[in-house]
Structure formats: C-alpha cells, structure tokens
C-alpha cells in the first residue's frame, strides 16, 4: 500500500504554468518508483480524466488530447516524485488534480489501485 500526496495546485492566469507533485507519505510497502503514476483531474459536474501516465522507469508516457502538447509527465525516482508540468494553461484546465497509482508498472492507463486526495488548479480567464 501506498500513500499519495500531491502538491502545486494554485490560481493561475490563463496562458500560465504550473507544476504538480506527487510524492509517497508514510512507510510504503513498495516504493512510489516501482509504480506506474497517473495524474487525473475531475471538474464540478464532470467525469474524471486521465490526463497523464507515466511507467515505472519513465520509458512510456502518455496524455489525453486535451492536454497533449501542454501537459508533461516525468518522474525522478531517486526522489521517489512524479511531476506534472502544466504550461499553456486554459480556464478549462480547472479542476482537481490527483494522482494515483497502479500496481502494475508498465500500465500507464491503469488500474490505478492507489488515490492521492487531490490539490484544486483554478485557471482565470
């Protein structure tokens, strides 16, 4: 089991950046570098979504159309931290982020069996 905390949420003008952290708390079972990492985002009436997967090593990544281009997912895992860097940010964006993790490493689209408690990303037009 692993406990997920995120970081870096914030108000943010249009056509800004932010960079989101995800870091494990407590004394997991398995280090955070030994899982895959997703960030997702839910909105006020809206389904979540999985903007961003990262492998276990780093070597797979992916993102959602909406934020392809925009979004970049890395991980150091020396520091057993995973990174969303948002730039281009669009009121759109606006959501709550949170990442999660999967016990399967090289799945970056899940399942993800382990939820962080999110961080709120507000984007002004």
């Known amino acids: 089991q692993v406990q997920l905390v995120e970081s870096g949420g914030g108000l943010v003008q249009a056509g800004g950046s932010l960079r989101l952290s995800c870091a494990a708390s407590?004394?997991?079972?398995?280090?955070?570098?030994?899982?895959?990492v997703g960030w997702f985002r839910q909105a006020p009436g809206k389904e979540r979504e999985n903007v961003a997967g990262i492998s276990w090593s780093g070597g797979i990544t992916g993102y959602a159309d909406s934020v392809k281009g925009r979004f970049t997912i890395s991980r150091d895992n020396a520091k057993n931290t995973v990174s969303l860097q948002m730039n281009s940010l669009k009121p759109e964006d606006t959501a709550v982020y949170y990442c999660?993790?999967?016990?399967?490493?090289?799945?970056?689209?899940?399942?993800?069996?382990?939820w962080g408690q999110g961080t709120q990303v507000t984007v002004s037009s």
């Open positions: 407590g004394r997991p079972s398995r280090p955070l570098s030994s899982y895959a």
């Open positions: 999660a993790a999967g016990a399967v490493p090289g799945r970056i689209w899940g399942p993800y069996d382990y």
